[in-house]
């Protein structure tokens, strides 16, 4: 690839993960904490690319006669040009039922704050759920949202995806619904409340526990700001 092509490419890739880094679009790669890492590299790509620029153009007056590389390298930008103006969902069942659940035990399960219903995280739940045996669960009422999906023999879970550092390494935590629940299609967002429940099964990806929730109340929401969990 020519230069002045290196430089497109650059200010292009500068310019997408600005806009990104600017508007919400960044959740769907990386998680919040990352965003002023993100604007900063934005800023260095394009920096970068200016500075391709500039030394094209005195390259060019040294020896106007150089060798030009093959136009055909431009197509090179066709991929980066559909990553610019079509931006990726967020994972969600389709991800997570190819996923067995990640459910990982915690430090420690510090003390949980007033409040009925509690709201949780789904990760939160899960965990207390199998590793503290539900002993910080019990007598309250807890609340969690997240997407649906449907196990092999047609049962409910709640689930999120939770990363560490970007989209490329989130993976699923799932909690069963059981007791009062409506019409539930994959994908859909729900909150659900409910009250702890013993029941654990082996996820059928990975054996991994799946807690589950027996659920008093359950309402169709719209998709969350942040769609992952960390």
Avoid at 23 to 52: E, F, K
Avoid at 137 to 148: C, D, K, P, Q, S
């Amino acid at each position: 690839m020519n230069r002045p092509a290196q430089g497109v490419l650059l200010l292009l890739v500068g310019a997408a993960v600005l806009r990104a880094g600017t508007t919400d679009l960044y959740l769907r790669y990386v998680r919040t904490g990352l965003r002023p890492l993100l604007l900063g590299a934005g800023v260095v790509l394009i920096v970068a690319a200016l500075t391709t620029f500039w030394y094209e153009r005195r390259a060019r007056h040294a020896a106007p006669h150089a060798h030009r590389e093959p136009r055909v390298a431009w197509l090179l930008l066709l991929p980066l040009f559909a990553l610019v103006l079509v931006a990726p969902q967020a994972l969600g069942s389709y991800a997570a039922t190819r996923t067995g659940t990640v459910l990982q035990r915690p430090a420690g399960f510090p003390d949980l704050p007033a409040g009925d219903p509690l709201r949780l995280t789904v990760n939160d739940y899960a965990a207390r759920a199998v590793y503290d045996h539900g002993r910080s669960l019990a007598g309250r009422r807890v609340r969690l949202t997240g997407f649906i999906t449907v196990g092999p023999h047609g049962t409910p879970y709640l689930t999120r995806m939770v990363l560490n550092c970007c989209a490329a390494d989130a993976q699923p935590v799932k909690v069963g619904l059981s007791g009062r629940l409506p019409v539930l299609q994959p994908d859909g967002w729900f909150e659900v409340t409910g009250t702890y429940t013993p029941k654990v099964i082996a996820d059928e990806v990975n054996k991994g526990p799946i807690p589950f929730l027996d659920v008093s109340e359950a309402r169709q929401v719209p998709a969350p700001h942040e769609r992952y969990e960390t």
